[in-house]
């Protein structure tokens, strides 16, 4: 795939429930178009199968640790609709 149509900017801005203009349309799919050029460029990299050994690689991430931090009631606080202690949001799926 090296283009991105405006018939599948539309679908794809149906299925995450976004409404876009004509002119957006045509701006994502130009800028779609350039991304995926730019990660087609990454196929003609050549890369020293050598380049990468074990003993370079290691783990950045932390140990997960167990807090007890109750922050239910601030987070509540701070959202603009709740119900019985949840956040109420938008539907998602359908007009519910």
């Known amino acids: 795939m090296d283009k991105i ?3 599948e900017v539309k ?12 002119k957006e349309v045509d701006r994502f799919s130009v800028d779609l178009t350039n991304i995926l050029k730019y990660i087609n460029q990454l196929d003609e990299v050549k890369v020293d199968s050598g ?3 074990n ?3 290691y783990n950045i991430w932390r140990e997960d640790e167990i807090t007890n931090i109750n922050m239910r009631d601030q987070l509540l606080q701070n959202t603009p609709d ?3 202690g949840f956040i ?3 539907a ?3 007009d519910s």
Not at 11 to 22: F, G, K, N, V
Request: glycine fraction near 4%.
């Open 5 to 7: 149509d405006k018939t």
């Open 11 to 22: 679908h794809i801005a149906e299925l995450a429930s976004l409404s876009l203009t004509e």
């Open 51 to 53: 380049a990468i050994d």
């Open 55 to 57: 003993e370079s690689l």
């Open 82 to 84: 709740q119900k019985d």
């Open 88 to 90: 109420r949001v938008k």
């Open 92 to 94: 998602v799926f359908g």
